[in-house]
């Protein structure tokens, strides 16, 4: 596998086939102590974050209060249930990936953007910082309007953040959420099993404001609510 190939998403053709059976992963947060698996409590509400090695971007949300549970994993590929080590070879498509699970009465999806925009480097491509490939790469995978809505909306605020200070573009992925495959085991708040572990998680020292999505947000409900 060559280093260009690593920094090129695979086609539907050449991607590795993967398997069958899911990942056995841990019943219950290492930190958290709630399930790690669906079902999850009524009223809460999902979405997953790419941003780079996910050892470090799971323990950014598990600290945050209204956040229910988090898990390690691979998303926004072709590869069915793939190994790590598949991934980091980049013939999956796969990103690494936090699934968060929360209770939006007691954390804003705005807050949890926040922390996305402010915690990693979302201009570079298929790398953050040393770590490079496309399970590197930038992304939300949303699952609802709204949350697309404002995902998309927040990216704009940040860009003109980041073009004042000489950033490029923003190469974040903004989708619809597709199957969420758990990483192994030993992935899984691998930072408060190994406290001083790897953690090239870092952001740009710029931040995102997300006081202009607040109308925004208002605007958006009233529009979801109109439509249904």
């Not at 936090?98 to 570079?124: G, I």
């Not at 298929?126 to 927040?154: H, K, V, W």
């Not at 199957?179 to 899984?188: K, L, M, N, S, V």
């Amino acid at each position: 596998m060559s280093y260009t190939s690593k920094m090129e998403l695979p086609s539907a053709a050449t991607a590795l086939p993967g398997r069958t059976q899911t990942m056995p992963v841990p019943s219950e947060h290492f930190v958290l102590g709630q399930p790690l698996l669906p079902p999850f409590p009524e009223g809460t509400k999902m979405v997953q974050f790419g941003m780079g090695c996910f050892w470090g971007a799971e323990r950014r949300f598990w600290e945050m209060n209204g956040v229910l549970t988090t898990a390690a994993g691979y998303s926004g590929g072709i590869t069915e249930n793939p190994s790590y080590e598949e991934v980091c070879s980049g013939e999956t498509g796969h990103t690494e990936t936090v699934l968060v699970v929360y209770d939006p009465r007691q954390v804003s999806f705005t807050a949890l953007l926040k922390m996305f925009w402010e915690s990693h480097d979302p201009t570079q491509g298929m790398r953050q910082g040393n770590d490079l490939g496309t399970q590197y790469r930038s992304a939300i995978y949303t699952f609802d309007d709204e949350q697309a809505e404002l995902a998309r909306a927040s990216k704009g605020l940040f860009q003109e953040a980041l073009t004042a200070v000489g950033f490029g573009p923003i190469t974040t992925e903004v989708q619809a959420s597709g199957p969420f495959y758990y990483a192994e085991h030993f992935h899984q708040q691998y930072l408060a099993k190994v406290p001083n572990g790897y953690c090239g998680l870092g952001g740009t020292g710029v931040g995102c404001d997300m006081a202009p999505l607040a109308e925004f947000q208002a605007d958006s409900q009233t529009e979801l609510g109109s439509i249904s």
